[in-house]
T-cell receptor
Framework: GENVEQHPSTLSVQEGDSAVIKCTYSDSASNYFPWYKQELGKGPQLIIDIRSNVGEKKDQRIAVTLNKTAKHFSLHITETQPEDSAVYFCAARSSGNYQLIWGAGTKLIIKP | GAGVSQTPSNKVTEKGKYVELRCDPISGHTALYWYRQSLGQGPEFLIYFQGTGAADDSGLPNDRFFAVRPEGSVSTLKIQRTERGDSAVYLC???????????FGDGTRLSIL
């Protein structure tokens, strides 16, 4: 079955700098890749997603890139702000399947 | 409210007891999912409903776990003879249709003493 690996597990960046989180997946049939932000005591919040027919998607300071050949996708956050501090999860979903397979999460710390 | 609602937010019970966790999805969402999240890990899939039927229950760990969605809206996750290893945050998500983005509630934090 699908396996998703995520790194780094912790990322500390200076406020205003960019942050990049990377994920790899194993199932070539995966075609949907969401990213979630989870704050302490809250449920995961969808921040951006990408489907396999697109290589890049951007929404203000957040962007996601997908490399189907290498089976990896990345989250890019520019001009980081203190409120970006949270745990970020990547996930993948295979065609014909409806469950999300999740990475282990990245704790993003924005230093003032 | 506009989002997925889960109750209770916290549940503490003794080993061996029975528990029910409730999920109220976003109005009009036909698909509903249950996940379990242990500390420091990503969520793990438990079960997916399309309408009233469980379309995929492959993630339920054993027969102590059961879930229902009798009217295609609210869902209840039921755990019998709870064990300490069942302690986790149980998350519910819903989507408009099965291939649409999943939106999560804040979860129920279950602690088995």
């Amino acid at each position: 079955g699908e396996n998703v690996e995520q790194h780094p597990s912790t990322l500390s960046v200076q406020e205003g700098d960019s942050a990049v989180i990377k994920c790899t997946y194993s199932d070539s049939a995966s075609n949907y890749f969401p990213w979630y932000k989870q704050e302490l005591g809250k449920g995961p919040q969808l921040i951006i997603d990408i489907r396999s027919n697109v290589g890049e998607k951007k929404d203000q300071r957040i962007a996601v890139t997908l490399n189907k050949t290498a089976k990896h996708f990345s989250l890019h956050i520019t001009e980081t702000q203190p409120e970006d501090s949270a745990v970020y999860f990547c996930a993948a979903r295979s065609s014909g399947n409806y469950q999300l397979i999740w990475g282990a999460g990245t704790k993003l710390i924005i230093k003032p | 409210g506009a989002g997925v609602s889960q109750t209770p937010s916290n549940k503490v019970t003794e080993k061996g007891k029975y528990v029910e966790l409730r999920c109220d999805p976003i109005s009009g969402h036909t698909a509903l999912y249950w996940y379990r999240q242990s500390l420091g890990q990503g969520p793990e899939f438990l079960i997916y409903f399309q309408g009233t039927g469980a379309a995929d229950d492959s993630g339920l760990p054993n027969d102590r776990f059961f879930a229902v969605r009798p009217e295609g809206s609210v869902s209840t996750l039921k755990i019998q003879r709870t064990e300490r290893g069942d302690s986790a945050v149980y998350l519910c998500a819903s989507s408009l249709e099965a291939n649409q983005p999943q939106h999560f509630g804040d979860g129920t934090r279950l602690s088995i003493l």
